[in-house]
T-cell receptor, first 113, second 112 residues
Framework: DVKVTQSSRYLVKRTGEKVFLECVQDMDHENMFWYRQDPGLGLRLIYFSYDVKMKEKGDIPEGYSVSREKKERFSLILESASTNQTSMYLC????????????FGPGTRLTVL | QKEVEQNSGPLSVPEGAIASLNCTYSDRGSQSFFWYRQYSGKSPELIMSIYSNGDKEDGRFTAQLNKASQYVSLLIRDSQPSDSATYLCAVTLYPGAGKSTFGDGTTLTVKP
């Protein structure tokens, strides 16, 4: 079974803090994604990566950056957290060009005070 | 206009009924279509994918695709309370593109 894990289920941070959200997949998948999910706004793509050290902006990259130093790990960074970044963050991985199925991690509920 | 739109919910059906979930998309070039199920407090999981016009059946689930009308639907036959969840429609421009656009979801409740 594909397993995608995220570093925390719940996280509380203060405005201005630097926040790291980590995602690890154990199936040697090439593609990895970071989404945020908010009521009424659905699932929105923040960043994605097709390979190590490669990244592409999604639909809402402002205020976020990412890092992919190893194939299995994709990190989302909030350089200076703001209250409007309070959300559920979901990581997903995907085999690569042969399939479009995405496997999601359990999510991190981030609250910025 | 949103790229992927789903019928507004919530949708409530009695146990044993057919639940019909609908999705329209704006990019006529889209070629891959997916339905994900998301239980409350959980992350989405894929239940159906469809690439060609017509119907695709998997157990109690049938996905229907009409590219000319830019319309994809999910039918759930013999609905069970365990089907109560939010269903997300996702569209990818072409197979292997990776990046998908998701609809906002339709919340289904199946009442015993």
């Amino acid at each position: 079974d594909v397993k995608v894990t995220q570093s925390s289920r719940y996280l509380v941070k203060r405005t201005g803090e630097k926040v790291f959200l980590e995602c690890v997949q154990d199936m040697d998948h090439e593609n990895m994604f970071w989404y945020r999910q908010d009521p009424g706004l659905g699932l929105r793509l923040i960043y994605f990566s097709y390979d190590v050290k490669m990244k592409e902006k999604g639909d809402i990259p402002e205020g976020y950056s990412v890092s992919r130093e190893k194939k299995e790990r994709f990190s989302l960074i909030l350089e200076s957290a703001s209250t409007n970044q309070t959300s559920m963050y979901l990581c997903a991985s995907q085999t690569g060009p042969s399939t479009d199925t995405q496997y999601f991690g359990p999510g991190t509920r981030l609250t910025v005070l | 206009q949103k790229e992927v739109e789903q019928n507004s919910g919530p949708l409530s059906v009695p146990e044993g009924a057919i639940a019909s979930l609908n999705c329209t998309y704006s990019d006529r070039g889209s070629q891959s279509f997916f339905w994900y199920r998301q239980y409350s407090g959980k992350s989405p999981e894929l239940i159906m994918s469809i690439y060609s016009n017509g119907d695709k059946e998997d157990g109690r689930f049938t996905a229907q695709l009409n590219k000319a009308s830019q319309y994809v639907s999910l039918l759930i036959r013999d609905s069970q309370p365990s089907d109560s969840a939010t269903y997300l429609c996702a569209v990818t421009l072409y197979p292997g593109a990776g990046k998908s656009t998701f609809g906002d979801g339709t919340t289904l409740t199946v009442k015993p």
